[in-house]
């Protein structure tokens, strides 16, 4: 299988601080891989990166072969695209403005992930609760039609049914040649949800194992396989 | 890859429909006002586009203002930072949309002011026409233009370099080292404008310096491209930050 994500010996820092230094990950097409780490491991950061929300100064990054930053967000779709947006805005002008924007956009998607996810079009932003904007953002993002979709913490601080909501959504919609790579501390949300992980730590990548592998050779569930490079130190 | 054209019109769109809020509340201030000196005092009707020219000029300094930290909200917003476009073709789209809609204000402005007082209106036109030669009046507003495209490159070089000092300076002291970055930049663009006041200067009261008639005309019709060209090389510099150096606005939390 093809490798889709590629990152090479990718150091970062931020205000004199190193976040990540020799990062290298590989991730094949049509996965989903969970992506995870205690707070402040350097997640949210890996996916700011790759989706060229932040610049790096040394490595490199390629998804399906990009050869410029433009290229790479065309194949990249990421929750946090739509964390700037007018609050008193309603769902369908919202669609319409990625609709305009995004070639890859497709409005009808969008409109029945809304529906979906409980949403109507008519919904102001501001007038959504935690847990329904994160489903907003979820059908923003997985209503692009693209190679490689980031998702940071899609369940942060929603209830359970809203997350059995968004994890049926997500499973429906992805295309099969997708990728998706999710973050999440709580690794329970999302372990069913798996064909891979990854763990960070120190600033690398510590582990990556096949989901089937955990659970069949190793005879762990993914979240003590993950507890295992952080036990006690993951408070969360 | 996302067209500049549609991201262009899309912006444009988003700016022209914050100046019709603004300007809604132009006209309101406006006709509350000559109403009320009217009741009050019985200016006449005709009168009115007096309170509208002295609402009209605060009113547009308020809306340069308001479509100016729009514009730079743009530069380290993730939601259009993501956008599958290069970043000289959002600043381009995004610079390109500020102008056009402050245009836009600008005609709204002066339809209103003329609906106010037809025959004033055009009394003040002709009146303007006739003591200032066309091409000076050209001059000047090519010179306004360039100026106000030169204004908003140098108020998107000052939040640039502050956004690479918040990404890249030590967290600790962060906020004395970006003070003495506003100040250096405001020492700096303090520096530009002078120069530009000068140049003003001498396109619109014709000191000594130009030894022949040619010579003036030559300088003075040249001038705007002076700015321009500076505002162009400053656009340059902002277009190397985006894309080199200035990351999105992280949220807290």
């Known amino acids: 299988m093809s490798n889709l994500l590629e990152i090479k010996n990718l150091s970062y820092s931020r205000n004199l601080h190193s976040i990540l230094e020799n990062f290298n990950l590989e991730i094949p097409q049509g996965q989903i891989v969970g992506l995870l780490g205690a707070n402040g491991a350097g997640k949210t950061t890996v996916m700011r990166l790759i989706a060229g929300s932040f610049l790096y100064r040394r490595g490199t990054i390629s998804v399906q072969n990009s050869q410029t930053v433009a290229e790479r967000k065309s194949k990249v779709s990421f929750t946090e695209q739509a964390s700037h947006l007018e609050m008193n805005a309603p769902l369908s002008k919202i669609g319409d403005f990625y609709n305009e924007i995004y070639e890859d956009f497709n409005l009808t998607n969008f409109k029945q992930l809304l529906a979906e996810l409980g949403l109507k079009i008519d919904q102001k932003l501001n007038q959504l609760s935690k847990g329904n904007y994160r489903k907003f953002v979820i059908a923003v993002t997985l209503a692009r039609n693209v190679d490689l979709y980031l998702l940071d913490e899609p369940f942060d601080g929603i209830d359970s049914m809203s997350r059995k909501k968004i994890i049926a959504s997500i499973i429906s919609w992805k295309p099969d040649s997708a990728t998706i790579l999710v973050s999440d501390h709580h690794v329970a949300d999302i372990a069913n949800l798996l064909d891979s992980v990854v763990v960070i730590k120190n600033k690398k990548v510590i582990a990556k194992e096949a989901a089937n592998t955990i659970r069949e050779e190793l005879g762990q569930d993914i979240e003590t396989y993950y507890e295992s490079y952080y036990g006690e130190e993951n408070d969360d | ?253």
């Open chain 2, 1 to 253: 890859m996302t067209k500049l054209m549609a991201l262009t019109s899309n912006m444009v769109r988003n700016k022209v429909k914050t100046i019709h809020g603004l300007f809604g509340i132009y006209v309101l201030v406006t006709l509350v006002l000559s109403a009320y000196q009217t009741l009050r005092y019985h200016v006449k009707i005709g009168g009115w586009i007096e309170y509208a020219e002295v609402v009209g000029a605060f009113a547009t300094f308020i809306v340069f203002l308001i479509i100016v930290i729009r514009t730079e909200k743009i530069l380290d917003s993730s939601t259009y930072r993501l956008i599958p476009i290069t970043e000289g073709k959002l600043y381009t789209a995004n610079i390109v949309s500020t102008i056009v809609a402050f245009l836009y204000f600008e005609l709204l402005n002066l339809i209103f002011t003329f609906l106010l007082n037809p025959v004033s209106f055009i009394r003040g036109l002709n009146s303007t026409l006739n003591d200032t030669p066309l091409s000076i009046l050209l001059i000047m507003v090519a010179m306004i233009f360039a100026m106000f495209v030169l204004i908003v490159a140098l108020v998107t070089l000052m939040h640039l370099v502050n956004s690479v000092g918040t990404t890249f300076l030590p967290a600790i002291g962060q906020k004395i080292t970006r003070v003495v970055m506003v100040v250096l930049s405001i020492v700096v663009v303090s520096y530009v404008f002078g120069g530009l006041q000068y140049l003003v200067s001498l396109i619109f009261t014709r000191t000594q310096v130009f030894n022949s008639d040619n010579g003036f005309w030559v300088a003075t019709a040249l001038s705007p491209v002076y700015v321009l060209a500076l505002a162009l090389v400053i656009s340059a510099v902002n277009i190397y930050l985006l894309r080199n150096w200035v990351e999105i606005k992280v949220k807290a939390g």
